[in-house]
């Protein structure tokens, strides 16, 4: 049984394991930055479209991959009156785990992928089309209740996922085209990652790096596509939720991630995700 979604805003996973999309459409995107507590695989089939992870734009060309982590904010700007089509899945890193044997690590592209900081896989031909027929075939199964869907579901995701590391590791590093970057936004990126407890404000900043403020706004919104300020909270949410993930206390979260009182931080981790720090623990 095939599944194929029109695009929505939906950025949160209703299945505990992984999700598969297969969309296409041509009317207007216009698709907010995000995150998500789950891996993200987007290859991308047709149209027109540029995706931004972190503050690089990559410039898609019909067969490219990327590979997004729990941790990286991102969003794709899709030229309007074209036909876009894509294939996502969505996979949690748990389902990954339950998923490997004999010590292959399924996850590694995406570690690896987080560690370079280039998210791009760009198969050759023989590849590509492996992968293709692979997102068919989970298409024609996923969610379907003929005997045998879910034992093929698994399959096929496995096979995927082996795939995709073979086309990852096999794309040199020394090949990055079509991305667009500034690197000083990148050093401030960093920065504020592994530093997400300190005093991130734009005064303090702007003086580490030594720039203006104002000049460092601009261009942060500029490169990122979202204000320093917000930038920054994102983050520091999408550490906070990681953490509870992970199972520490919800003081611990928000204290190590950069927030100073916990009435503050539910409110902010509300309005992102839509639950109080609490409940989101408890619905796990």
């Not at 991959?65 to 899945?89: A, K, S």
């Not at 909270?233 to 916990?262: H, W």
Request: a neutral charge; aromatic letters at 14%; hydrophobic letters at 35%.
């Amino acid at each position: 049984m095939g599944l194929e979604c029109p695009f929505d805003d939906r950025q949160e996973m209703l299945r505990p394991d992984y999700e598969f999309f297969h969309s296409q459409g041509s009317r207007p995107l216009d698709i907010a930055y995000h995150s998500h507590d789950f891996y993200e695989v987007f290859l991308f089939v047709s149209g027109r479209a540029e995706y931004i992870i972190e503050g690089k734009t990559y410039v898609l060309r019909p067969g490219d991959i990327l590979l997004t982590n729990d941790r990286e904010l991102h969003r794709p700007l899709v030229e309007p009156g074209r036909l876009y089509e894509r294939y996502v899945l969505w996979i949690r890193p748990e389902y990954i785990r339950k998923l490997q044997e004999d010590g292959t690590d399924l996850a590694a592209c995406f570690v690896d992928a987080a560690r370079r900081e280039y998210k791009r896989i760009r198969p050759g031909g023989e590849l590509i089309a492996r992968l293709m027929r692979l997102c068919g075939r989970l298409e024609e199964v996923y969610g379907g209740s003929a005997y045998g869907c879910r034992v093929l579901e698994r399959a096929y995701v496995m096979e995927l996922l082996v795939y995709l590391n073979r086309a990852y590791f096999e794309t040199a590093e020394e090949l990055v085209p079509d991305v667009v970057e500034n690197q000083k936004i990148n050093a401030v990126v960093e920065y504020i990652n592994r530093h997400l407890d300190a005093d991130l404000s734009l005064d303090a900043l702007a003086g580490r790096f030594y720039v203006s403020k104002y000049h460092l706004s601009r261009q942060f919104k500029q490169y990122i596509g979202v204000p320093i300020h917000q930038y920054i909270t994102k983050k520091r949410l999408m550490t906070a939720r990681g953490m509870l993930r992970r199972g520490q206390p919800v003081r611990s979260a928000y204290l190590e991630s950069g927030f100073n009182d916990y009435a503050n931080f539910s409110k902010a981790f509300k309005a992102e995700f839509g639950l109080s720090p609490k409940d989101y623990v408890r619905q796990l």
